[in-house]
């Protein structure tokens, strides 16, 4: 094992060279923020603010993260709000406007007083930062469903590298919801797990995660990079890692190797380890 972790440490410190100007910037520039109540939306969306409105600055901050197939109601900000697309696509529309689709890079100018509406797509996480006056926002009808999904799915135009971004993001989030059942489909039947206290199989890990006695509570991902060869995927994370260990919350920042493997036209996590950023410069050097 001690072989196959020290290959796994040369295979990334190598790729990270050769990547490095392809390196995609992925995940939450802030905190992720508390998962908001299913009031004014569909599906899971968080929230964290980041600067509150004063007397000086007229406007508050957050950032908000959606899951795939999120979407807020239709409402109105009456003093107008700018979203600026950090990460994954969108959905934005005006009353009365087509729908447009948004992607990492966009702003939006959401005016005063306009009902709109605004979402993940249905197999896409979406990340924004939003600077909106204080004025209560006006919360109307949820969006339907024919509404939604009359736009055509562009899982299509993601690439290979994209998707296994984006399906990493969705494993951190079961992760995060000890959604064993989600988890189970994803692993290959031979998958291993390399963590810093040992290293055990599918059956283990996921019985580790479904009693709870190592919790991955929240997952901030700050860098990540992708390598496919055929029908293998090699994925390394720079995370954040907040959990609780057998009772106590630890929070370590970590350099996560994943490996996939494609089966039956759907790609199996075959293999994952963690290790933490001090051990990876101690290699370094």
Same mark, same amino acid.
């Given at each position: 094992?001690?072989?196959?972790?020290?290959?796994l440490?040369?295979?990334?410190l190598?790729?990270a060279?050769l990547?490095?100007?392809t390196?995609?910037?992925?995940g939450?520039?802030?905190?992720?923020?508390?998962?908001?109540?299913?009031?004014?939306?569909? &599906?899971?969306v968080?929230?964290?603010?980041?600067?509150?409105?004063?007397?000086?600055?007229q406007?508050?901050?957050?950032?908000?993260?959606?899951?795939?197939?999120?979407?807020?109601?239709?409402?109105?900000?009456?003093?107008?709000?700018?979203?600026?697309?950090?990460?994954?696509?969108?959905?934005?529309?005006?009353?009365?406007?087509?729908?447009?689709?948004?992607?990492?890079?966009?702003?939006?100018?959401?005016q005063?007083?306009?009902?709109?509406?605004?979402?993940?797509?249905?197999?896409?996480?979406?990340?924004?930062?939003?600077?909106?006056?204080?004025?209560?926002?006006?919360?109307l009808?949820?969006v339907?469903?024919?509404?939604?999904?009359?736009?055509?799915s562009?899982?299509?135009?993601l690439?290979?590298?994209?998707?296994?971004?984006?399906?990493?993001?969705?494993?951190?989030?079961?992760?995060?919801?000890?959604?064993?059942?989600?988890?189970a489909?994803?692993?290959h039947?031979?998958?291993?797990?390399?963590?810093?206290?040992?290293?055990?199989?599918?059956?283990?890990?996921?019985?580790?995660?479904?009693? &709870?006695?190592?919790?991955?509570?929240?997952?901030?991902?700050?860098?990540?990079?992708?390598?496919?060869?055929?029908?293998? &995927?090699v994925?390394?994370?720079?995370?954040?890692l907040?959990?609780?260990?057998?009772g106590?919350?630890?929070?370590?920042?970590?350099?996560?190797?994943?490996?996939?493997?494609?089966?039956?036209?759907?790609?199996k996590?075959?293999?994952?380890?963690?290790?933490?950023?001090?051990?990876?410069?101690?290699?370094?050097?």
């Open positions: 094992m001690k072989n196959l972790k020290k290959a440490y040369s295979t990334f190598l790729s060279v990547s490095f100007q390196v995609a910037q992925q939450f520039i802030f905190p992720k923020g508390e998962k908001a109540a299913n009031v004014h939306h569909i &599906g899971d968080w929230l964290s603010l980041v600067s509150g409105a004063d007397s000086i600055f406007y508050g901050i957050a950032e908000a993260t959606f899951a795939p197939g999120a979407r807020l109601n239709w409402h109105i900000h009456p003093g107008g709000q700018q979203l600026l697309i950090t990460d994954g696509v969108g959905y934005y529309q005006e009353r009365g406007k087509p729908m447009e689709t948004v992607h990492k890079g966009d702003v939006i100018k959401c005063p007083g306009v009902e709109h509406w605004h979402a993940s797509t249905p197999d896409s996480w979406f990340t924004y930062i939003a600077l909106t006056a204080p004025q209560p926002t006006k919360w009808e949820q339907p469903d024919e509404v939604y999904f009359s736009r055509k562009e899982s299509s135009t690439t290979t590298e994209q998707e296994l971004i984006e399906l990493s993001k969705q494993k951190w989030q079961w992760m995060a919801d000890k959604n064993v059942d989600e988890l489909k994803l692993f039947d031979d998958s291993k797990f390399v963590h810093m206290s040992g290293t055990w199989n599918k059956a283990r890990e996921l019985e580790i995660i479904k009693t &709870g006695s190592i919790w991955y509570k929240q997952a901030d991902v700050h860098d990540v990079a992708v390598e496919i060869s055929d029908d293998t &995927g994925l390394w994370n720079r995370i954040t907040s959990s609780n260990v057998r106590n919350d630890v929070t370590v920042e970590f350099t996560v190797t994943e490996v996939y493997k494609k089966q039956a036209d759907a790609w996590l075959l293999a994952l380890t963690f290790s933490s950023v001090r051990d990876t410069h101690e290699i370094e050097h």
